[in-house]
């Protein structure tokens, strides 16, 4: 990953927490005692991960129907990194199917 890949990367983390830090606010004195609690908590959270995904893929497609292809690798690249935290956290076994 190059120089540049990694800031932005980086620039999109930071942003995305920021996005999460700001929808849970209310909720920033709050202690995780049970597994239960904890449970919800990462639920939420990868919740909020899809929808920044999904958010971010309708902007690849406007993107791309505006020929705007450096807007286009910029998103396809924050994507990346909210998937890849996706994967790590294993948000698919905190999901409800």
């Known amino acids: 990953m190059g120089l540049v890949q990694k800031l932005i990367y980086r620039k999109a983390l930071i942003c995305l927490f920021v ?30 991960l899809v929808n920044e995904i999904e958010k971010s893929y309708q902007k690849q497609l406007d993107a791309i129907e505006n020929n705007k292809m450096i807007e286009f690798t910029k998103v396809s690249k924050y994507i990346y990194g909210v998937s890849d935290l996706y994967d790590n956290l294993d948000c698919s076994i905190y999901i409800d199917r």
């Open 19 to 48: 996005i999460i830090l700001s929808l849970h606010i209310s909720t920033a004195n709050a202690n995780i005692e049970t597994n239960i609690d904890a449970t919800r908590f990462l639920s939420n959270y990868c919740v909020t």
